[in-house]
């Protein structure tokens, strides 16, 4: 405030002095207007400069020194609260399909196999099947994303689109949609966010058992091309830090064949490794 008001007596008396030279040497006044102008520019120029100085400063002063603490930490242990049901994490009877049904059953070790991928995160599942998704109301399997010490977002389990009433056509048409949130990622570094993006794409998205290279490529330019957009929007708002958003809707070819497998081993990870992969 007191910058400002001397900013102003300064203007008032330059003009002053103006006038005062202005009649003593018989300037013209254009000469004189055009003195004015200039000043006013330079002021106008200085409140541009003395806003943008403020808005650079909050964005760099934002302090998160504690958040890059906790992801420099050690990594959470996840604690799993896996529901027995829908109905036992919220789901309102009336509102579930067979689909909620069988893709609840289909994820019972989801955040197992994502845990035993991805070393420096921890998939944690709650105790909560009934949520907010991208289109409404949502039914499924819900877990806390940790990033070493730090909490940095959700991924939902619900199922996929074009789902039939059917019993039978859903077993032919079995589908999930996996909705991935994530905060602060712009301090992890990419190759770990990466590989985090590209194993959910490349476990809910179809899979050519035959030659698995066109899956895997697809997998990874849907991680690349997501990240990329993210980069995007966090250069544009800086100040802002946007969330990472991030869904695949699909057959989940392979996380069903990987289960598979484990079930005709007589594999059970909650049971073996309560849902996190054994680690030295």
């Known amino acids: 405030m007191i910058k400002k008001l001397g900013m102003w007596i300064a203007i008032v008396i330059a003009i002053g002095v103006l006038s005062a030279v202005q009649e003593r040497l018989s300037v013209p ?7 004015i102008l200039g000043l006013g520019a330079i002021v106008i120029g200085f409140q541009i400069e003395s806003r943008v100085r403020a808005l650079e400063e909050r964005v760099d002063r934002k302090d998160y020194s504690g958040i890059i603490n906790q992801l420099n930490g050690v990594r959470h242990k ?31 070790w989801f955040g197992a196999l994502l845990n035993r991928h991805l070393p420096d995160w921890a998939i944690e599942e709650l105790n909560d099947t009934r949520f907010r998704g991208d289109y409404g109301p949502a039914i499924g399997r819900r877990y806390n994303v940790w990033y070493r010490a730090c909490q940095v977002g959700t991924i939902q389990v619900s199922k996929g689109s074009g789902r039939s009433l059917e019993r039978e056509r859903v077993k032919e048409e079995r589908s999930a949609r996996v909705e991935l949130d994530l905060n602060y990622l712009r301090f992890i570094p990419y190759q770990v966010a990466h590989n985090f993006v590209y194993q959910i794409a490349l476990l809910i998205g179809a899979y050519d058992f035959e030659d698995g290279r066109v899956s895997r490529a697809k997998a990874d330019a849907a991680a690349a091309g997501s990240l990329g957009g993210h980069l995007w929007e966090v250069v544009r708002k800086p100040e802002s830090g946007p969330c990472f958003d991030f869904y695949v809707d699909g057959p989940y070819d392979l996380l069903k064949h990987t289960f598979d497998h484990w079930k005709t081993q007589g594999l059970d990870p909650m049971v073996e490794w309560p849902g996190d992969w054994e680690r030295d």
Request: no cysteine; hydrophobic share 35%.
């Open 78 to 108: 996840p604690r799993h609260q896996q529901p027995e049901s829908l109905e036992a994490g919220g789901a309102r009877a009336s509102d579930i399909e067979s689909a909620h049904h069988m893709v609840f059953e289909d994820f019972r």
């Open 29 to 35: 006044n254009y000469i004189v207007g055009l003195a």
